[in-house]
């Protein structure tokens, strides 16, 4: 197998321009998860955080990039997200993260929970020109 | 692409005035000989498995040789304006329309451009400004390309959109399962699309049969985030304001965790483990009940 291969089967790139790429998002990483041998309910946890940051980039950035790896540390195993958009950023950080705290009228509990639902969660933002944001999560 | 300016395209492709010129020269050498250039073209396509199912029909034959005569002429042109763009757009709706690959496509601008510029060019045209003026040549093949690629991917995008259009209208599969109780299994990926859908359908049907349970199972569903949380939420009040209580079943285990994690309230949902569950609830809630025949 070539190295480009093994980068290819490693990392997933879904574009998100529109909310009709969010059925996409989870087609895919659904097929992607399952090829690296995550099943339910890891699976549904690394999906649900996904839509619920490919929602954010619709909602707020309108398009943007999700990649998705998977990570070997030893013998651990785990899945890292990154969702990066060049959308007007979140002028109060901590604010977002806070539970039911929204700009858009929603339940206002998509960046929290994404939180609670991943080991790792870090957020970059800089009003005016963007946001990352990079989860994951240790396959136990 | 769709809506570049003619002028921004040119300067995309960095196509200046004397490209346009030179572009012209050759064609003032080439267009005398366009016939040439249909008969290696033609022995070229003959070959292609796809010759026979596209061009059974002689008329047609003629019919597309002309058109691409008429192709290669204002090209020649060299002017790059709406109206060339317009053509060069309904060129490729018109490939992708019949069903005509993109390879083949390709395949077939490439070998044109080597029989033109190899076999129809005059070997001594246009001097030490031959290398210039092939280049300037390619680059206008390219913007053609690009515009013919993007008119590709407009068609085959609004059909995958119209194949999502009709899986969606298949897919709230509304059926009443008794008297005074309806079910809805809904399977797959619920999208805010979707949920609107469900919610619009779901309602129609409570007002049509006055249903008084409505039993909403998701064992198909794979993945509920807060929006779709949300969307179910809402979708169970807007029944309960018509008189309907709505039962939510098949909340598998990882469902079931992550909207915890997530931390949304569902109080408001009636949830049962099962759709039996939900169906012993919803005969009990209508008055009906079951009994094994001898009882």
């Given at each position: 197998?070539s190295?480009?291969?093994?980068e ?11 909310d009709?790429?969010i059925p ?18 890891e ?11 490919a929602?954010n ?36 950080v901590?604010?977002a ?10 339940l206002?509990?998509g960046l ?14 800089t ?11 240790w396959?136990? | ?22 572009v ?6 080439i ?26 029909d002689?008329?047609?034959?003629e019919?597309v040789?002309?058109?691409?005569v008429?192709?290669w ?20 709706e018109?490939?992708?329309?019949i ?8 395949a ?6 080597t ?53 969606l ?17 809904v399977i ?13 359908s ?11 349970v ?18 179910l ?17 098949g ?13 949304i ?8 483990a ?6 012993e609830?919803?005969?009990r ?11």
């Amino acid at each position: 197998m070539s190295l480009r291969d093994a980068e290819n089967r490693e990392l997933l790139v879904l574009r998100i321009d529109d909310d009709s790429d969010i059925p996409v998002v989870l087609v895919r990483l659904g097929a992607f998860l399952s090829a690296q041998g995550i099943c339910a309910p890891e699976s549904a946890r690394i999906a649900t955080a996904t839509v619920e940051l490919a929602t954010n980039i619709v909602k707020y950035a309108k398009r943007g990039v999700i990649r998705v790896r998977a990570l070997r540390l030893g013998h651990q195993r785990g899945i890292e997200v990154e969702a990066e958009d060049k959308g007007p950023g979140i002028a109060n950080v901590n604010l977002a993260l806070t539970d039911s705290y929204s700009t858009s009228g929603s339940l206002g509990l998509g960046l929290p929970g994404v939180r609670r639902l991943m080991d790792d969660f870090d957020i970059r933002s800089t009003v005016g020109s963007g946001t990352t944001v990079r989860i994951r999560r240790w396959i136990p | 692409m769709e809506n570049m300016s003619p002028v921004l395209l040119m300067q995309r492709h960095e196509i200046v005035e004397a490209d346009l010129v030179l572009v012209r020269e050759l064609g003032s050498h080439i267009e005398p000989r366009l016939a040439e250039y249909v008969e290696h073209l033609y022995a070229w396509m003959r070959q292609l498995p796809e010759y026979e199912e596209y061009f059974a029909d002689p008329r047609r034959v003629e019919r597309v040789q002309r058109a691409q005569v008429d192709y290669w002429r204002e090209l020649f042109r060299g002017v790059i304006d709406e109206s060339f763009m317009a053509r060069r757009r309904a060129t490729g709706e018109m490939h992708a329309r019949i069903g005509l690959s993109l390879p083949t496509y390709f395949a077939a601008v490439d070998m044109s451009l080597t029989i033109l510029v190899d076999r129809v060019l005059p070997e001594a045209a246009l001097g030490d400004r031959k290398a210039a003026a092939l280049r300037a040549l390619t680059k206008i093949v390219h913007i053609d390309t690009a515009i013919v690629v993007e008119a590709y991917n407009r068609l085959t995008s609004e059909k995958l959109a119209g194949q999502a259009r009709a899986l969606l209208e298949l897919s709230t599969p509304v059926t009443a399962l008794w008297e005074d109780i309806l079910l809805l299994p809904v399977i797959g990926i619920i999208d805010s699309r979707r949920a609107q859908d469900i919610m619009r359908s779901v309602l129609q049907r409570i007002a049509e049969t006055r249903a008084k349970v409505f039993i909403m199972d998701i064992s198909g569903v794979s993945v509920v985030d807060t929006a779709v949380a949300n969307h179910l939420i809402k979708i169970t009040k807007a029944m309960r304001l018509m008189g309907c209580e709505c039962l939510l079943s098949g909340v598998s285990p990882a469902v079931a965790q992550t909207v915890i994690e997530l931390g949304i309230d569902i109080s408001s949902v009636n949830s049962r483990a099962t759709m039996r569950d939900a169906l012993e609830e919803g005969f009990r809630r209508v008055g009906i009940e079951v009994k094994r025949i001898g009882q």
